[in-house]
């Protein structure tokens, strides 16, 4: 068993900043790859973006340039810097990982951007 505990959401201005984090405890040796998703109100849950282990990282077009993923092994904690954010990043952020066991999410923290 994997659980994932999100903070750091908020309310920001458009072109304002968070940095998100994401605590994970249980079986972490079992975590590879850590993710930020996001669903925002009638839309479907999209991959934001991802981390592996080693700290290759990928991520949505949408917010290349603008986010960032980091993760600190040691303290089994993965982060999410937003820069310049957009009313349209306006969402309920997610970590998850997935385990030979199966996917793990956490609670969401709300992110909200106005103009």
């Known amino acids: 068993q994997v659980q994932l505990v999100e903070s750091g959401g908020g309310l920001v201005q458009a072109g304002g900043s968070l940095r998100l984090s994401c605590a994970a405890s249980g079986n972490i040796l079992s975590i590879n790859t850590m993710n930020w998703y996001r669903q925002a109100p009638g839309k479907q849950r999209e991959l934001v973006a991802a981390?592996?282990?080693?700290?290759?990282?990928n991520y949505a077009d949408s917010v290349k340039g603008r986010f960032t993923i980091s993760r600190d092994n040691a303290k089994n904690t993965v982060y999410l810097e937003m820069n310049s954010l957009k009313p349209d990043d306006t969402a309920v952020y997610y970590c998850?990982?997935?385990?030979?066991?199966?996917?793990?999410w956490g609670q969401g923290t709300q992110v909200t951007v106005c103009s």
């Open positions: 981390i592996t282990r080693g700290g290759s990282t």
């Open positions: 998850n990982t997935v385990t030979a066991r199966g996917h793990y």
